[in-house]
């Protein structure tokens, strides 16, 4: 038997959540929130540590609750990673590795989570990286919006820093590929996007970016992109942040439903069978109008795609869990009877 056809997948799967970066500046206790808890499904997520050399996000209230040094951007992360395995204090779910945990998570309806890096600046050797790994690390995005020392990223799209991968960045690639970690365009320059499609194995993802076709923003993909990950049965996750679903709107004005046309113009381009949620929740600095913090953003926006009239159930269904679940399979290169 097939190992997808085994699951019975009641799952909301998102793909870049950034709850734990709440939990390192103080102002949450927990990784799991009403408006992120599905209250009609399991929840899978790939909770992810941002802490980017040069970002300057929050570093010194960082350093003073982790208790690192400003400069230690290595050991806040390690700190970080610590904070996702306190299940006891900040939030019990299944920590996954693989999909074959997946599997088992679904079959039982619990909740499961992995672990993300965005933003891999500080992981400046290879040691660094097997140190993340041990940590149970399984998604990196590559680059932040600057570049760092494995690539550009993408403020300097079509400028002449646009370099790509640098050549530690291609013996970074080749060191995940061979761990198993699946590596994440978003963020990512334009030719670094294509370097790594050119030398990375495998399955790739895109974990929270739109199409560039629909609203044209650096942080969005390139069709020429989007169709590779597609052919190489990888994933994007489409954010929910207003400057990448649809230009020359105020947040005032911005209704939920903007989101459909990246989900429309995905189905006529043939990659409906590779988004789902890549909601950036806990990572964005406002929501559409009519989203409120009482329940589950994803299920409401999945009762907004069921009202609309515009999806079968079973695009709604592929949405919400069985591409990113594929993926998963594809990445792990799960074979029949497992």
């Not at 790739?204 to 390139?222: G, I, K, M, Y």
């Not at 006529?268 to 789902?276: A, I, P, S």
């Not at 989203?291 to 079968?312: A, P, V």
Request: charged residues 25%; contains cysteine; aromatic residues 12%.
């Amino acid at each position: 038997m097939n190992c997808l056809n085994e699951i019975r997948a009641d799952l909301v799967c998102d793909c870049h959540n950034d709850s734990i970066m709440r939990i390192g500046d103080g102002e949450y206790d927990s990784l799991i929130s009403p408006y992120n808890l599905s209250q009609k499904h399991s929840f899978l997520q790939i909770f992810a540590i941002f802490n980017e050399n040069g970002s300057g996000r929050n570093r010194g209230r960082f350093a003073e609750n982790l208790k690192v040094s400003e400069d230690d951007t290595f050991g806040a992360v390690t700190k970080l990673a610590d904070i996702y395995h306190e299940g006891e204090k900040y939030g019990e779910f299944r920590r996954c590795t693989s999909f074959r945990d997946v599997k088992q998570a679904a079959l039982k309806g619990e909740n499961c989570g992995f672990l993300g890096l965005e933003g891999a600046g500080m992981v400046d050797t290879i040691e660094k990286l097997h140190i993340l790994y041990d940590k149970q690390v399984r998604f990196i995005t590559l680059t932040w919006n600057g570049s760092n020392c494995i690539a550009s990223g993408c403020s300097v799209s079509g400028t002449p820093e646009d370099r790509g991968l640098n050549p530690y960045g291609k013996e970074f690639l080749k060191e995940c590929g061979k761990l198993g970690m699946s590596v994440d365009l978003s963020h990512a320059s334009v030719r670094t996007m294509y370097d790594v499609l050119e030398f990375a194995e495998g399955p790739v993802l895109a974990t929270h970016s739109n199409f560039r076709s629909v609203c044209d923003h650096v942080r969005n993909l390139p069709d020429e992109v989007a169709e590779e990950i597609v052919r190489r049965k990888g994933f994007i996750g489409l954010n929910t942040y207003l400057p990448f679903v649809r230009s020359g709107v105020e947040f005032g004005d911005y209704d939920a439903e903007m989101l459909f046309d990246h989900i429309d113009y995905a189905l006529e381009k043939g990659f409906g069978g590779n988004v789902g949620f890549g909601f950036d929740i806990d990572g964005v600095e406002a929501y559409a109008k009519e989203i409120t913090f009482d329940r589950s953003i994803h299920d409401q926006y999945l009762d907004l795609m069921e009202k609309s009239g515009r999806y079968s159930d079973e695009v709604i269904y592929d949405f919400r869990c069985m591409n990113f679940i594929r993926f998963l399979k594809n990445a792990d290169r799960c074979e029949s009877g497992n």
